[in-house]
């Protein structure tokens, strides 16, 4: 079992930049691919950045190429996701989650573990 916890969310106006922490524990880290995925008010839960296990391959969606970035630090057993330029459509509860299949996955059902998430809101 892996427990994912994030945090860093909050209130911030557009144009700014929060950064989100996802801490693992249970498990090493390093066995896992890695994915955030955010849910917006009445909207289905979508894509947002994955990284393979060692970090050296990520993936994002479309629209927040560019403004976010996915890392992970596997000696701290946490993954990150640095979000610059954010705008209101940002705005959503935003989780980690956990694949022990080593690609950086867009499908939610790759994922095993997840966090409960953190709320962002991105005010215009």
């Known amino acids: 079992q892996v427990q994912l916890v994030e945090s860093g969310g909050g209130l911030v106006q557009a144009g700014g930049s929060l950064r989100l922490s996802c801490v693992a524990s249970?498990?090493?880290?390093?066995?896992?691919?890695m994915g955030w995925f955010g849910r917006a008010p009445g909207k289905e839960r979508e894509f947002v950045a994955a990284?393979?296990?060692?970090?050296?391959?990520?993936s994002y969606k479309d629209s927040v190429k560019g403004r976010f970035t996915i890392s992970r630090d596997n000696a701290k057993n946490t993954v990150y996701l640095q979000m610059n330029s954010l705008k209101p459509e940002d705005t959503a509860v935003y989780s980690c989650?956990?694949?022990?299949?080593?690609?950086?996955?867009?499908?939610?059902?790759?994922?095993?573990?997840w966090g409960q998430g953190t709320q962002v809101t991105v005010s215009s």
């Open positions: 990284i393979i296990m060692s970090g050296i391959r990520t």
């Open positions: 989650a956990a694949s022990p299949r080593d690609y950086s996955s867009s499908h939610y059902f790759q994922y095993d573990y």
């Open positions: 249970g498990r090493t880290l390093s066995n896992y691919a």
